[in-house]
């Protein structure tokens, strides 16, 4: 493995919480349990993270009585 590649993901999985060791595992075992390569993992962007943490706050939360409401406000 080339030694920047290994850098640069490490740097990443350190912002993930993980070490180079537990992803392997962890990349492993999906395989196998999916017969391929299972998902696809990244860092969330900045606007990502902030709308995910709006709506886990409850905060910028529209709510409408039903479907059909919403659909109307969408067309508007």
Same mark, same amino acid.
């Given at each position: 493995?080339? @030694? $920047?590649v290994?850098t $640069?993901?490490?740097?990443?999985? +350190?912002?993930?919480? =993980? +070490?180079m060791?537990? #992803?392997i +595992?962890l !990349?492993? &075992?999906?395989? +196998?349990? =999916?017969?391929?390569?299972? !998902?696809? #993992?990244?860092? #969330? $962007?900045? !606007? &990502?993270?902030e ?5 886990e706050?409850m905060?910028e !939360?529209?709510? &409408?009585? @039903? #479907?059909?409401e %919403?659909f109307?406000e %969408?067309?508007?």
């Amino acid at each position: 493995m080339e @030694d $920047n590649v290994k850098t $640069n993901a490490q740097k990443i999985l +350190s912002k993930l919480n =993980n +070490s180079m060791s537990e #992803t392997i +595992s962890l !990349f492993l &075992t999906q395989v +196998s349990l =999916n017969k391929g390569i299972p !998902f696809e #993992t990244k860092i #969330t $962007n900045k !606007f &990502t993270k902030e709308t995910l943490s709006k709506s886990e706050n409850m905060k910028e !939360f529209h709510e &409408t009585s @039903d #479907t059909r409401e %919403l659909f109307k406000e %969408l067309k508007n």
